[in-house]
Nanobody, 123 residues
Framework: QVQLEESGGGLVQAGGSLRLSCAASGRTSSIYGMAWIRQAPGAEREFVAAISWSGDTIYYADSVKGRFTISRDNAKNTVVLQMSSLEPADTAVYYC????????????????WGQGTQVTVSS
């Protein structure tokens, strides 16, 4: 089993920045890739970004390209989502997810999920 714990959400004004972190624990050796997936009120879950556990493969949703950066810290088993130029449309609960096999650029197939962290962007 893998446990995921997100942190770093909050309230920010449009144009501002936030940094989300996801700490993985447990059988982290089984992780193939990790992703951030968000869900806005009344909407379906939306893929945001993903990174392979090796860090050599990264994907972004078109809606966040150029504004969000995903990275990982091998020593800390942590994945970070640096968000800048935030827009009200980015308001959502952001979930960290991990999977044991690829591909990583699809929302289906993620085996482990965190509880989510709220990001609210005011206009």
């Amino acid at each position: 089993q893998v446990q995921l714990e997100e942190s770093g959400g909050g309230l920010v004004q449009a144009g501002g920045s936030l940094r989300l972190s996801c700490a993985a624990s447990g059988r982290t050796s089984s992780i193939y890739g990790m992703a951030w997936i968000r869900q806005a009120p009344g909407a379906e879950r939306e893929f945001v970004a993903a990174i392979s556990w090796s860090g050599d493969t990264i994907y972004y949703a078109d809606s966040v390209k150029g504004r969000f950066t995903i990275s990982r810290d091998n020593a800390k088993n942590t994945v970070v989502l640096q968000m800048s130029s935030l827009e009200p449309a980015d308001t959502a609960v952001y979930y960290c997810a991990a999977r044991r096999v690829g591909p990583i650029a699809t929302m289906t197939g993620y085996d482990y999920w965190g509880q989510g962290t709220q990001v609210t962007v005011s206009s």
